[in-house]
């Protein structure tokens, strides 16, 4: 890839080797590559800030090195422009990173950026927010919400298994009305998950046929049901193998509208994007982004 890349860090991902990740791909791309700098967050919305100023100041790419907080708020940031987004996978859940076919290693990484491939791909975007991966409403967003505000006592993987045996025990559903392109639809939900991409929190595979490359959203909708069932059914969603369950229902759209009977908080690559009610489309083509080359 010709022209100058900025590497937006932020330095607390992968336990704290989000700034170790960037130089050291930062070290591959010198002499290989066009100009390279790295800039550090130190607060939320600075990678989003840093990247729209990357689009003015002549940057082809914007790679964001961190997790999928770090990538929503570059896409946030690049969104509709000719700047490409390049992914350097260091944080927990690498979702997006995932669905592009981009390693971990930082050395198989910086190779995505030196060959210079990038292709367009859809986005979608929640009322105002864009989203790379996955919008979730109901019971994983609520266990989201604990972790986010800190409202556990743990850090990592141990806060979200806390988050859920504490939602598992208090959570009595969401009243919702969603309508797309398949009609509208009255349920009382577990959760509604809709995917640009298949994946969220880590790989699991909540829209195994979501795609970021055909114009349209996946949902994923869970029929509330007891902790015993949901016990049951949780491990299939792994490995997507959970739409078959009488209570989970796939449908696919452009676009769709969620009402709640009160305000229910939504998260989008694993950051609050707002509550209901929302208006959710698909942006085809909307993100440039440096990818292997599928020919190569």
């Known amino acids: 890839m010709n022209g100058k890349t900025l590497i937006v860090t932020n330095p607390t991902s992968g336990s704290g080797r989000g700034m170790r990740y960037a130089e050291r791909v930062r070290d591959l791309l010198n002499g290989n590559h066009g100009a390279v700098e790295i800039r550090p967050t130190s607060a939320r919305g600075e990678a989003e800030a840093f ?17 999928d907080g770090t990538v929503h708020e570059v896409v946030n940031g690049l969104a509709g422009t000719e700047v490409a987004l390049g992914i350097l996978p260091c944080g927990r859940g690498n979702d997006f990173a995932r669905a592009m076919g981009i ?6 990484a910086a190779s995505v950026l030196l060959q ?41 993987i141990a806060a979200y298994l806390w988050g859920l045996a504490r ?24 959760l509604a998950a809709t995917g640009n991409t298949s994946t969220y929190g880590g790989g699991i595979r ?4 979501a795609s970021p490359s055909d114009g349209a959203l996946d949902i994923c909708l869970v ?23 009488p209570d989970i229902f796939s449908y696919r759209t452009g676009s769709l509208s969620m009402e709640t009977e009160r305000p ?28 292997p080359d599928p020919q190569a």
């Open 51 to 67: 990247a729209a100023e990357a689009v003015h100041e002549g940057y082809a790419c914007v790679a964001a090195c961190g997790g």
């Open 103 to 108: 390693p971990s290693p930082p050395e198989k």
């Open 116 to 156: 210079g491939h990038v292709r367009p791909f859809d986005l979608g975007k929640v009322n105002d927010r864009y989203f790379a991966t996955v919008v979730t409403l109901g019971f994983d967003s609520e266990v989201a919400r604990l972790v986010y505000e800190g409202q556990v006592p743990f850090k990592g």
């Open 167 to 190: 939602m598992l025990r208090v959570y009595r559903g969401a009243a919702l009305r969603m309508t797309g392109d398949f009609g509208t639809i009255d349920q009382t939900v577990l």
């Open 206 to 209: 909540i829209a195994p046929n």
């Open 223 to 245: 029929r509330m049901m007891s902790v015993s069932r949901i016990l049951r059914v949780f491990p299939r969603v792994y490995w997507g193998g959970h739409l078959t369950h």
């Open 264 to 291: 229910v908080v939504l998260f989008a690559d694993g950051e609050p994007v707002g509550e209901t009610p929302a208006e959710i489309i698909a942006v085809p083509g909307a993100l440039r982004v440096a990818c």
